[in-house]
């Protein structure tokens, strides 16, 4: 099946730091990407799409200038939270469907996530 | 926009017996139903899904059906061994190929 992957897994960073994680699709390309957002023992959010080429389209409530998406590629999109604060500490979760310029398959594959604690 | 309810929140099951989990969604529009297995930590992994244009499917102990006049899908496992023992996630896409998630379920198989 279709591998995304996801770096770093695991990440402690002090207050007021950016930090950057990277999302790629290792075995196909992805025209679009998505975000999640989870909460221990709670569902994903989808915080936002990653959209190769163009600007991405944030969910209600997440501010863009915050969680800052670049789709440099077609199989790379990297998410960076500016200025982290300890409620910004989660999991965070990229999908991508396998499609590149010619479609968009609707089945997502998942990275391993990104643990990343804000102290 | 796009709502996903779904239950139960947790299960608890005999190892052999069955496992029912239902969703139910708010957009007519959705058409691709997704269920995924979440262990503790890890990704999301795809266990099965369903397209608008089916009503059932199955995959040796898992099946999924959908009712789409009513709105609601259901993942149903049979023979449950403890290594089933995860988190649930039911899903349904809205435009762009969006996923919404359900609630999840968490679901406990007794040896």
């Known amino acids: 099946g279709a591998v995304v992957s996801q770096h770093p897994s695991r990440v402690i960073c002090k207050s007021g730091t950016s930090v950057k994680i990277e999302c790629r699709s290792l075995?196909?390309?992805?025209?679009?990407m998505f975000w999640y957002r989870q909460f221990p023992k709670k569902s994903l959010m989808l915080m936002a799409t990653?959209?190769?080429?163009?600007?991405?389209?944030?969910e209600q409530g997440v501010e863009k200038d915050k969680f800052l998406i670049n789709h440099a590629s077609l199989t790379l999109s990297t998410l960076t939270v500016t200025s982290a604060h300890p409620e910004d500490s989660s999991f965070y979760i990229c999908?991508?469907?396998?499609?590149?310029?010619?479609?968009?398959?609707?089945?997502?594959?998942f990275g391993p996530g990104t643990r990343l604690t804000v102290l | 926009g796009e709502n996903v309810e779904q239950h139960p929140s947790t299960l608890s099951v005999q190892e052999g017996d069955s496992a029912v989990i239902k969703c139910t969604y708010s957009?007519?529009?959705?058409?691709?139903f997704p269920w995924y297995k979440q262990e503790l930590g890890k990704r999301p992994q795809l266990i099965i899904d369903?397209?608008?244009?089916?009503g059932e499917k199955k995959d040796q102990r898992i099946a999924v059906t959908l009712n789409k006049t009513a709105k609601h899908f259901s993942l149903h496992i049979t023979e449950t061994q403890p290594e089933d023992s995860a988190v649930y996630f039911c899903?349904?896409?809205?435009?762009?190929?969006?996923?919404?998630f359900g609630s999840g379920t968490r679901l406990l198989v007794r040896p």
């Open positions: 999908s991508a469907p396998p499609g590149g310029r010619a479609g968009v398959t609707d089945t997502q594959y």
């Open positions: 075995d196909f390309q992805a025209t679009t």
């Open positions: 990653s959209n190769e080429g163009s600007k991405a389209t944030y």
């Open positions: 957009d007519s529009a959705s058409n691709y």
């Open positions: 369903i397209r608008s244009n089916v």
């Open positions: 899903a349904a896409t809205i435009s762009s190929y969006k996923l919404i």
